[in-house]
Protein backbone atom coordinates (compact mmCIF):
# COMPACT_ATOMS: atom_id res chain seq x y z
CA UNK A 1 0.00 0.00 0.00
CA UNK A 2 2.80 2.50 0.68
CA UNK A 3 4.53 1.58 -1.86
CA UNK A 4 1.97 1.93 -4.24
CA UNK A 5 1.47 5.43 -2.75
CA UNK A 6 4.83 6.20 -3.80
CA UNK A 7 4.23 5.53 -6.93
CA UNK A 8 1.75 7.08 -7.62
CA UNK A 9 3.11 10.49 -6.17
CA UNK A 10 5.90 9.94 -8.03
CA UNK A 11 4.44 9.25 -11.29
CA UNK A 12 1.85 11.36 -11.57
CA UNK A 13 3.27 14.55 -11.66
CA UNK A 14 5.82 13.27 -13.82
CA UNK A 15 2.97 12.25 -15.82
CA UNK A 16 1.50 15.92 -16.01
CA UNK A 17 4.68 17.48 -17.03
CA UNK A 18 4.90 14.51 -20.02
CA UNK A 19 1.54 15.54 -21.61
CA UNK A 20 2.11 19.28 -21.41
CA UNK A 21 5.12 18.25 -24.09
CA UNK A 22 8.25 19.83 -23.98
CA UNK A 23 7.71 24.01 -24.27
CA UNK A 24 4.93 23.82 -22.01
CA UNK A 25 7.03 23.73 -19.14
CA UNK A 26 7.41 27.54 -19.87
CA UNK A 27 3.92 28.34 -19.71
CA UNK A 28 2.51 29.60 -16.40
CA UNK A 29 -1.03 28.71 -15.85
CA UNK A 30 -4.18 30.58 -16.41
CA UNK A 31 -4.65 32.54 -13.78
CA UNK A 32 -1.25 33.00 -12.97
CA UNK A 33 -0.80 34.14 -16.86
CA UNK A 34 -3.72 36.82 -15.69
CA UNK A 35 -1.49 37.74 -12.91
CA UNK A 36 1.53 38.41 -14.97
CA UNK A 37 0.11 40.12 -17.78
CA UNK A 38 -1.65 42.74 -15.32
CA UNK A 39 1.76 43.14 -13.54
CA UNK A 40 3.40 43.37 -17.30
CA UNK A 41 1.30 46.73 -18.15
CA UNK A 42 1.49 48.21 -14.22
CA UNK A 43 4.61 47.43 -12.93
CA UNK A 44 6.60 47.26 -16.20
CA UNK A 45 4.18 49.68 -17.73
CA UNK A 46 4.89 52.24 -15.17
CA UNK A 47 8.62 52.70 -16.72
CA UNK A 48 8.36 50.99 -20.03
CA UNK A 49 4.75 52.73 -20.94
CA UNK A 50 1.37 50.98 -20.56
CA UNK A 51 1.61 50.38 -24.60
CA UNK A 52 5.70 49.54 -23.86
CA UNK A 53 6.58 52.41 -26.41
CA UNK A 54 9.17 53.41 -23.83
CA UNK A 55 9.54 56.05 -20.98
CA UNK A 56 12.06 56.04 -18.42
CA UNK A 57 12.70 52.41 -19.85
CA UNK A 58 13.34 51.54 -23.65
CA UNK A 59 10.69 50.45 -25.79
CA UNK A 60 9.59 46.82 -25.38
CA UNK A 61 7.66 46.57 -28.54
CA UNK A 62 8.20 43.69 -30.82
CA UNK A 63 10.33 45.58 -32.99
CA UNK A 64 12.86 46.45 -30.48
CA UNK A 65 13.55 43.18 -29.22
CA UNK A 66 13.17 41.18 -32.23
CA UNK A 67 16.87 40.59 -32.72
CA UNK A 68 17.32 40.42 -28.90
CA UNK A 69 18.08 36.81 -27.25
CA UNK A 70 15.03 35.78 -24.86
CA UNK A 71 16.72 34.30 -22.76
CA UNK A 72 19.20 37.38 -22.53
CA UNK A 73 16.16 39.44 -21.82
CA UNK A 74 14.47 37.17 -19.31
CA UNK A 75 17.90 37.27 -17.61
CA UNK A 76 17.61 40.96 -17.60
CA UNK A 77 14.28 40.68 -16.43
CA UNK A 78 15.28 38.57 -12.99
CA UNK A 79 18.71 40.23 -12.84
CA UNK A 80 18.20 44.04 -13.28
CA UNK A 81 20.46 46.26 -15.21
CA UNK A 82 22.90 47.35 -11.93
CA UNK A 83 23.16 51.36 -12.51
CA UNK A 84 20.30 51.87 -13.99
CA UNK A 85 16.21 52.49 -12.76
CA UNK A 86 15.65 48.86 -14.46
CA UNK A 87 14.98 46.67 -11.13
CA UNK A 88 15.66 43.24 -10.37
CA UNK A 89 12.52 41.00 -10.34
CA UNK A 90 13.94 37.49 -9.46
CA UNK A 91 11.72 37.53 -6.36
CA UNK A 92 8.48 37.76 -7.80
CA UNK A 93 8.96 35.82 -11.08
CA UNK A 94 10.51 32.68 -11.78
CA UNK A 95 12.94 32.17 -15.19
CA UNK A 96 9.57 30.33 -16.98
CA UNK A 97 7.65 33.42 -15.90
CA UNK A 98 10.14 36.21 -17.14
CA UNK A 99 10.64 34.29 -20.76
CA UNK A 100 7.03 33.86 -21.26
CA UNK A 101 6.97 37.46 -20.28
CA UNK A 102 9.57 38.36 -23.16
CA UNK A 103 7.63 36.13 -25.27
CA UNK A 104 4.59 38.14 -25.08
CA UNK A 105 6.38 41.50 -25.56
CA UNK A 106 8.04 39.90 -28.54
CA UNK A 107 4.75 38.86 -29.94
CA UNK A 108 3.41 42.33 -29.30
CA UNK A 109 0.85 42.98 -26.43
CA UNK A 110 -2.95 42.59 -28.28
CA UNK A 111 -4.70 46.14 -26.88
C1 LIG B 1 11.84 51.61 -12.42
C2 LIG B 1 11.74 51.52 -13.86
C3 LIG B 1 11.60 50.18 -14.52
C4 LIG B 1 10.69 49.18 -14.23
C5 LIG B 1 9.61 49.16 -13.16
C6 LIG B 1 10.94 48.11 -15.19
N1 LIG B 1 11.96 48.46 -16.02
FE1 LIG B 1 12.75 47.31 -17.51
N2 LIG B 1 14.17 48.70 -17.87
C7 LIG B 1 14.26 49.94 -17.26
C8 LIG B 1 15.41 50.65 -17.78
C9 LIG B 1 15.85 52.05 -17.39
C10 LIG B 1 16.02 49.77 -18.73
C11 LIG B 1 17.28 50.04 -19.57
C12 LIG B 1 18.48 49.55 -18.80
C13 LIG B 1 19.74 49.85 -19.60
O1 LIG B 1 20.09 51.02 -19.69
O2 LIG B 1 20.32 48.88 -20.11
C14 LIG B 1 15.21 48.57 -18.76
C15 LIG B 1 15.46 47.48 -19.59
C16 LIG B 1 14.61 46.40 -19.75
C17 LIG B 1 14.79 45.35 -20.73
C18 LIG B 1 15.91 45.24 -21.75
C19 LIG B 1 15.47 45.93 -23.01
C20 LIG B 1 16.45 45.82 -24.12
O3 LIG B 1 16.07 46.19 -25.25
O4 LIG B 1 17.58 45.35 -23.90
C21 LIG B 1 13.74 44.50 -20.59
C22 LIG B 1 13.44 43.24 -21.41
C23 LIG B 1 12.92 45.01 -19.52
N3 LIG B 1 13.48 46.16 -19.03
C24 LIG B 1 11.76 44.40 -19.09
C25 LIG B 1 11.04 44.81 -17.98
C26 LIG B 1 9.94 44.06 -17.42
C27 LIG B 1 9.38 42.76 -18.01
C28 LIG B 1 9.53 44.74 -16.34
C29 LIG B 1 8.43 44.35 -15.36
C30 LIG B 1 8.52 43.03 -14.76
C31 LIG B 1 10.36 45.94 -16.21
N4 LIG B 1 11.27 45.94 -17.22
C32 LIG B 1 10.21 46.93 -15.24
C33 LIG B 1 13.41 50.43 -16.28
C34 LIG B 1 12.40 49.71 -15.65
Redesign the pocket.
Known amino acids: MLERALFLAVAIPTAVVAAQGPDATAQPDAPRREVLMH ?2 LH ?2 G ?3 GMTMKGG ?5 LPD ?2 AD ?1 DSEG ?2 G ?2 LE ?2 PG ?4 P ?1 KT ?2 TQEE ?1 LW ?2 ER ?1 KQGLTP
Do not use: F, N, Y
Open positions: RLDCSCHLGPPLALKLAIVGVTPMPWELALVL
